[in-house]
């Protein structure tokens, strides 16, 4: 089992950067495919970025250009690089990990504000 700690978020203006890292505690993430989710207030928890063992990356349409996700193994930390913040991105993001799927473990989320 592993237990994820997101930092990282804020208040930002529209345009600026943020980036979100997941440290990782009692398994090593090398084990897991990792994840980020975001939920915005009213709306559904949707995954916005994963990156699979290998370093496979995939994004949902609407952050792809502006965000990366990347991992670190030996420091056990995933990270989201948010380039380009919109306000529409203004959500709690939490880290998730999964053996098949970023749907098994979950931190306790961080908050984005994107201001306009």
């Known amino acids: 089992q592993v237990q994820l700690v997101e930092s990282g978020g804020g208040s930002v203006q529209a345009g600026g950067s943020l980036r979100l890292s997941c440290s990782a505690s009692?398994?090593?993430?090398?084990?897991?495919?990792m994840g980020w989710y975001r939920q915005a207030p009213g709306k559904q928890r949707e995954l916005v970025a994963s990156?699979?063992?290998?370093?496979?990356?995939n994004y949902v349409d609407s952050v792809k250009g502006r965000f990366t996700i990347s991992r670190d193994n030996t420091k056990n930390t995933v990270f989201l690089q948010m380039n380009t913040l919109k306000p529409e991105d203004t959500a709690v993001y939490y880290c998730?990990?999964?053996?098949?799927?970023?749907?098994?473990?979950w931190g306790q989320g961080t908050q984005v504000t994107v201001s306009s």
């Open positions: 009692g398994s090593k993430i090398s084990m897991y495919v």
């Open positions: 990156i699979t063992r290998g370093g496979s990356t």
């Open positions: 998730s990990a999964g053996a098949l799927r970023p749907a098994n473990f």
